[in-house]
């Protein structure tokens, strides 16, 4: 018997798949040293799915695990253009929270966190979710009365938000610099303890193993080129690797969604922006929430590694492009120390750029459009991953049933013509 | 760093500048249905290419002028009036008005070769003298 290519001796007996995730399993594989199958299979692309989906992040794939797992659709295939988790799932800043403005987003996103809550036990994959609290600091009597506004707002809807003093912030964030002194005080903050972050990369690899042991296709490597519409309907869908016939398309490809709805004939109110962030060498713990603040552009939270990762707010012109620029740090470094003066000689690792798609209204464009077939889950602009879920399992309920589920109802894109639109501004993002 | 040619100040950085977004055209408010005017605020569309956009010199000449921008290698050139959807349709062009060295009526001529930013510029200063004298 030959050694495997990467030096380990090859497996003894049949290997599972999936395998099944657990300590045992863990220690069992250690001691025997037998290879894991992969997490996810690749298959041949067929040439006729009953359901397409363009774009392999952590929407397109929860999509994909729900018409499975809850609707028993599993002739589904989802086309990604780079890998999977290579978009905006993958460079995200990995906060989740439902601290929102309008009751329809609060609803939505509290949905998304009570699935993000379960969800390592749902996939059999450690995400780890840590609910560490998440803390919008107010630095004006203005955002003091957005943030009561929206405090009350949660509470209705049965959010755990709160509207706090300064002296609770120090005690929450000792190295944040409260005094009177500093160049925007702060005044309060927005306390939202069911908020958090998450390993994002495992929610993309748990989503995608999940829907491929459920027999989804996952398609890596494949860019669509093109959608086939005849008579006002979806037919099919051309890719860099061949056709595929189809009658239900669903696009939710993000900062590129435009690119794909124009394939298929429908307008969208979308601009794409990129979104920079950066990550500082690892350092001890002493962050224990996520902090945030709107008039600095700028959240702060530490990982489980120890690495300060920052976000801020997008680019100020629109772009498709993922290179990132010295403007942007630099001021991003400026905005943090103006928080936490104590990181003067932390060094920043990397930085890097993701692409969102904006709306008018800070809100998504879900469910179906006039193009029958063609579905969208679309407009993340800021916001997506902590929708991963939710939408998901709203998009595949939308495709199953024929019928626009009721928590996505508000989120249509005849709300644009019709102008009843879900303003999200003050919530949804910081500096815009 | 994005060197923008603004049209009067001649090439500067874009940190100077505000993005005003793509060139749209804007149906008449007293004839436009709810429907057009929703789709001329909200729809765009958001190209992964060249676009004509209009960018206003905020810290500089504070005036309103258009490009032409790869939006996926962030490359400028100076837009050239057969490039501006809608320049056709007089008062349509929103504030920037006769903007770019394009708007310029003297220099409309020459202006359809795309030159380097630098003679963008000189010709925007130029077309900027004549206006003010």
Same mark, same amino acid.
């Given at each position: ?50 359901? =397409? ?73 450690? =995400? ?53 002194? @500093? ?86 109110? =979308? ?5 920079? @962030? ?19 552009? =700028? ?35 400026? #905005? ?95 500096? #815009? | ?56 010199? +905020?810290?500089?000449? +504070? ?71």
């Amino acid at each position: 018997m030959q050694a495997s290519a990467n030096g380990h001796r090859p497996g003894r007996g049949r290997t599972r798949y999936p395998a099944r995730y657990s300590a045992f399993g863990l220690l069992r594989r250690g001691l025997v040293q037998q290879e894991w199958p992969p997490a996810w299979r690749s298959q041949p692309m067929k040439d006729r799915y009953d359901v =397409v989906i363009v774009g392999g992040g952590v929407h397109g794939l929860a999509a994909a695990y729900y018409l499975a797992a809850n609707h028993g659709i599993t002739d589904v295939a989802v086309l990604e253009q780079g890998y999977l988790g290579s978009g905006g799932s993958g460079r995200n800043t990995a906060i989740l929270r439902s601290n929102y403005l309008t009751p329809e987003g609060v609803r939505f996103y509290d949905r998304s966190i009570k699935l993000y809550q379960r969800l390592a036990a749902d996939l059999d994959f450690n =995400v780890m979710f840590s609910q560490r609290g998440h803390l919008t600091l107010a630095h004006s009597d203005a955002s003091l009365r957005t943030m009561r506004w929206r405090a009350e707002v949660n509470k209705i809807e049965g959010v755990d938000s709160d509207v706090i003093g300064p002296a609770e912030v120090k005690r929450l964030v000792p190295f944040l610099d409260v005094s009177a002194a @500093a160049r925007y005080p702060v005044l309060g903050a927005l306390w939202h303890p069911p908020g958090g972050i998450i390993r994002h990369d495992a929610v993309v690899w748990g989503y995608a193993r999940g829907a491929s042991a459920r027999g989804v296709h996952l398609h890596q490597n494949t860019e669509v080129t093109g959608i086939d519409v005849a008579d006002g309907r979806v037919r099919g869908v051309r890719t860099s690797r061949g056709d595929i016939a189809t009658r239900v398309v669903l696009n939710a490809t993000a900062g590129w969604s435009t690119l794909i709805s124009d394939m298929a004939g429908v307008a969208m109110p =979308v601009q794409t922006f990129p979104l920079q @962030a950066a990550v500082t060498e690892p350092v001890k713990p002493f962050l224990s929430t996520v902090v945030v603040s709107g008039t600095l552009h =700028v959240y702060v939270s530490q990982t489980d590694r120890g690495e300060l990762v920052f976000g801020a707010s997008v680019d100020p012109f629109t772009s498709y492009s993922t290179r990132g620029s010295l403007e942007f740090i630099e001021g991003l470094a400026g #905005h943090v120390l103006e928080l936490m003066p104590a990181l003067t000689k932390v060094r920043v690792l990397r930085q890097w750029s993701g692409l969102c798609d904006m709306t008018p209204d800070f809100s998504p464009i879900m469910g179906r459009t006039p193009v029958d077939g063609f579905l969208t889950d679309v407009g993340w602009g800021t916001y997506g991953f902590k929708a991963g879920p939710v939408a998901g399992e709203a998009m595949a309920e939308c495709i199953a049933s024929g019928r626009t589920p009721e928590i996505i109802a508000a989120f249509g894109l005849a709300r644009f013509a019709d102008g009843a639109l879900v303003g999200e501004k003050g919530a949804a993002a910081v500096g #815009h | 760093m994005i060197l923008l040619p603004c049209a009067w100040c001649g090439p500067r950085d874009a940190a100077e500048f505000q993005h005003v977004g793509e060139v749209v055209t804007r149906p008449d408010p007293r004839t436009a249905t709810p429907a057009q005017w929703r789709a001329y605020l909200y729809l765009r569309a958001n190209p992964r290419g060249w676009t004509v956009e209009t960018w206003y010199h +905020r810290m500089g000449c +504070r005036r309103f002028f258009k490009v032409e921008r790869h939006t996926e290698t962030n490359e400028v050139r100076p837009v050239t009036a057969a490039e501006v959807p809608g320049a056709a349709a007089a008062g349509v062009a929103g504030p920037a008005g006769a903007a770019g060295p394009a708007g310029m009526a003297g220099t409309a001529g020459t202006a359809g070769t795309a030159g380097p930013a630098g003679a963008a510029g000189a010709a925007g200063a130029a077309g900027t003298a004549g206006a003010s004298g």
